[in-house]
């Protein structure tokens, strides 16, 4: 057991690596203050094949695995976290849901052109009303001449407003089952939709370039054929969907505390008091040894759980301690990374800030820690 | 239109610091990282602009240990068809016109219309390796090239040189032909995910001096013009000034200096 990356993999993070420093770096900054969506990125993201890694080449897709998807999400964070979560909610949330449950033609028609990059895909769940109890979910979609007519609200849905987005995968009440219970399915609306809008873009903490949206549907009308996946499991679906969603979004996390951990390193060499570099006093020494510690237990537990999944175990559990472990390292690292730049960290110039503002979110997004201990817990058998 | 292209590993020094090792004859390597040499990624990526405007090969040749496959295969990923690793002890403390003697061997072995290397490697900075092949090879070559343009009967080219002070050359010359290739010629891409699969899988030919029908004692040591003493650190002058201040003001402090001291 080495945890070595086979040549492919290699070869894949240094064209990753290399790609994120030399497009991306230049434009971290204009795109933390403009908070554009970066349509060029993305585009020659799309030509390299980094907007569909996971899924096989017949759908557009680049033919790789869950590791090397997971390494990509991971490079590009180590630059900018809003990049990163642009393809992870795209590739996890968005064309998963074709990929694993949609029929052959929905695949052909907008898993194609997601993974080709030509257009975007967006996941909608969580409602004003429903967050961590995502089956409280309260949007309807009632069958009524061959269409379903959706109502309701979601919010904070990630990619749902760009200019390429096909349109978004939404949570929806379709009836009652034996019992009472919900009967929750998932059906997409295309952009553009009737009885469908789009709000402008939240003010986010961080994230500033990826695009975050409320939606509304107001007797929204679409084709009966949009149901994506069996009528009455999409509870079960978006579970074993977010299995994955959580890999990625662990892997952004050890991206982004590599970034902030770099800066960090960087600076503790270079900032001189007391006549010394600040590195060489223990006090700091040993928060950068830490980071370290926490990066590396954090990227081994994330490409395990990816392992697995590729290898086709069962990994609940694995990509809830991965995406808790690394999540919650993150924001220590993050808030370490400030530190060592004294006052300099809380000036927005540094990339330190903005790793720091950038890694609150994975802690609550694809589920909140407390939602992953949930889960860890019950594999545990409480 | 065949090609090849010759590429080297080369350690990325741009932001670590470089110590000499305990044989006083190499670099540390352990904490370094290690990329393909600037300008030949600038070759290959020539190289495939003329194959996909024209059709035709790229070969890639490296010489280096089994590590150099990761460079190799990053030209196989962006389009490269075929590739050899030349690897020898033998070849070890070659000067870059032994190593031009066993990347012309290798090349005799191929049909070729042009051969493309960078201008200079990174790490000896000693821009002989591409010229020296040519002269081997008896085949006329431009070096520091930053344009090329394929002729109607494909059988000639036209090239631009960078000379000094942002001038160009220009020169018409017959194939086949051995070009060094100049940073900022064009803009390399990135390998897409699909093409560094296909490259993973692609075999390298690996070939010792012997195979390609070189004596050892040609290259090495042996087979150099030049040998490598030792390297040594820069002695710290003990009278070295440093001027202080923004570049407007250690401009003028310098210009002050040079006229005082009547050096312009
Ligand atoms: C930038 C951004 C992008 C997002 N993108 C998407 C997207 O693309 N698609 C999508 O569907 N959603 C998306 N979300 C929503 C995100 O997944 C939810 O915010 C998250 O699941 C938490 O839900 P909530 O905000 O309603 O919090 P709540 O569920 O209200 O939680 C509030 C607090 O209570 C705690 N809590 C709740 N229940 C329990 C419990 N039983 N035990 C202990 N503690 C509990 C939570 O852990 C949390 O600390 C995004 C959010 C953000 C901020």
Known sequence: MLFELDEEKRLFRSTVRDFAEKVIRPRVEELWEGGEFPYDIVRQMGEMGLMGIPYPEEYGGAGGDYLAYSIAVEELARLDGAIAITVEAHTSLGESSFYYFGTEEQKRQWLVPMAQGKMLGAFGLTEPEAGSDAGATRTTARLENGQWVINGTKCFITNAGTEITGGVTVTAVTGTKEGGKKEISTIFVPNGTPGYTIAPKYHKVGWHASDTRELHFDDCRVPEDNLVGVRGQGFKQFLSILDGGRIAIAALAVGQSQGAFEEALRYAKERKQFGKPIGSFQAIAFKLADMATNIELARNLTYKAAAMRDAGMPHSKEAAMAKLFASEANMRNTTEAVHIFGGYGFMNEYAVSRFFRDAKILEIGEGTSEVQRMVISRALGL | ?264
């Open chain 2, 1 to 264: 239109m065949n090609m090849v292209v010759c590429v080297k590993r080369v350690p990325d020094t741009a932001e670590s610091e470089v110590h000499i090792d305990s044989s006083g004859k190499g670099i540390e390597t352990g904490k370094l990282s290690f990329r393909m040499n600037d300008a030949d990624n600038y070759a290959v990526e020539e190289a495939i602009l003329i194959k996909e405007k024209i059709g035709g090969t790229v070969n890639v040749i490296s010489i280096g240990d089994e590590k150099s496959d990761e460079q190799i295969r990053m030209a196989l990923a962006k389009g490269g068809d075929e590739a050899v690793r030349i690897t020898d002890p033998a070849l070890e403390g070659s000067d870059g016109f032994a190593l031009a003697k066993a990347l012309a061997a290798a090349v005799k072995g191929m049909e070729y219309d042009l051969v493309l290397t960078g201008a200079l490697a990174d790490d000896d900075g000693c821009a002989v390796v591409g010229v020296a092949l040519a002269e081997l090879l008896g085949v006329p070559h431009a070096a520091y090239v930053k344009k090329v343009e394929v002729l109607e009967d494909g059988k000639r080219i036209k090239v631009g040189r960078e000379l000094e002070g942002g001038l160009m050359e220009f020169l018409e010359m017959d194939l086949p032909a051995v070009l060094t290739i100049q940073t900022g010629i064009n803009e390399p891409r990135y390998a897409s995910f699909k093409g560094i699969k296909a490259a993973a899988k692609k075999e390298i030919a690996v070939k010792s001096v012997a195979d390609l029908g070189l004596d050892p004692s040609e290259v090495g040591e042996a087979g150099s013009w030049a040998v490598l003493e030792s390297f040594s650190y820069p002695v710290v002058g003990e009278k070295a000034e440093i001027l202080e201040g923004d570049p407007a003001e250690t401009a003028a402090k310098l210009a002050a200096i040079l006229k005082e001291k009547g050096l312009v």
